[in-house]
């Protein structure tokens, strides 16, 4: 079980393993899919009868690599479907590698058995590289473009881009292609320069108080409120939200978050994402506040 970040590579990591497989294990019959497209098939599947060639496919490979698995949650009757495909493999001594944006015990609405079964085995923790590991891949992507990369420069926008690789590798490309286009060498006062937007993008990261005060000027509320006791309808749904919105657009915990808003359980947590995402599935103007309160922090 990988789990991350968006940008940290999982999804490389898996096509990584995927591509080991196909190239020195060519004897395994392997399978790569996506959580959303499990489900799309088994829906199909339902639909023109052919559950049973729908689990012959998925229960008779020796890999399978299942990417996002976060999305199946709620999702009771895939959970189920997949919760038998993942006893078949597990007890014919398949491998199954699975990806997701948190742990097990972290993914909202997703059954107990199938949780208690994703934690059998390794779990991984991708977590951001460290200086020194994004000075390597800025050179190394430097290398592959065939661009000379100052250890400088290299040096500055490592210590700068703080969310992922992929920002890493995007913010070097754009100094390239700038520096392609004018006909300047790269150095660090270009990269300075060309980079400044992203650089003050990147500094100002969204944190558990910036989604806090955002939900409380929305609702004209004080930030006292959202950590307060008081669970009156106009204080406890902007609450609910803002605990949604920490999750989805924060790295912090579900205990950090709850922490956040006044001692609150991990389990009021669960609860509170849960319900807004209920929400979002039922009503499309509650949906649109939604987009649009995620969209202001962009």
């Given amino acids: ?68 698995i976060q999305f199946l949650a709620g999702k009771e009757g895939t959970q189920t479907e997949f919760f038998h495909t993942f006893n078949a493999l597990y007890d014919s001594q398949k491998q199954i590698v699975i990806s997701s944006d948190c742990p097990p015990h972290e993914i909202p609405q997703l059954e107990e058995r199938l949780r208690s079964r994703f934690e059998w085995g390794l779990i991984a923790d991708i977590q951001s590289p460290d200086l020194e590991t994004k000075v390597a891949i800025l050179k190394k992507k430097a290398e592959t473009e065939g661009i000379p990369l100052p250890d400088n420069v290299a040096i500055f926008i490592a210590g700068k881009i703080k969310s992922n690789i992929r920002e890493l590798e995007g913010s070097l490309i754009r100094l390239i292609a700038y520096a392609s286009l004018t006909g300047r060498e790269i150095s660090l006062s270009l990269a300075q320069d060309v980079l400044r937007n992203v650089l003050q993008n990147d500094e100002r990261a969204i944190t558990i108080e910036i989604v806090q005060k955002a939900v409380a000027d929305h609702y004209s509320l004080k930030l006292v ?8 309808k106009s204080v406890a749904m902007p609450r609910q939200i803002a605990m949604y919105l920490c999750k989805a657009l924060t790295s912090a915990s579900l205990p950090e978050i709850g922490k956040s808003f006044g001692g609150k359980h991990h389990s009021t947590v669960i609860h509170s994402i849960r319900k807004i995402e209920d929400l979002r599935q039922r009503d499309g103007d509650y949906n649109t506040l939604i987009n649009s309160l995620m969209e202001s922090f962009r």
């Fill in 225 to 232: 409120d959202l950590k307060s006791k008081n669970n009156s």
């Fill in 1 to 68: 079980f990988i789990y991350g970040g968006v940008g940290l590579g999982k999804t490389h990591l898996m096509h990584a393993i995927g591509h080991y497989v196909v190239t020195h294990l060519k004897n395994l019959k392997l399978t790569y899919i996506s959580s959303e497209r499990f489900m799309n098939e088994m829906i199909n599947a339902v639909r023109y009868d052919r559950v049973l060639d729908f689990r012959e496919r998925y229960r008779s490979v020796d890999v399978l690599l299942v990417d996002d």
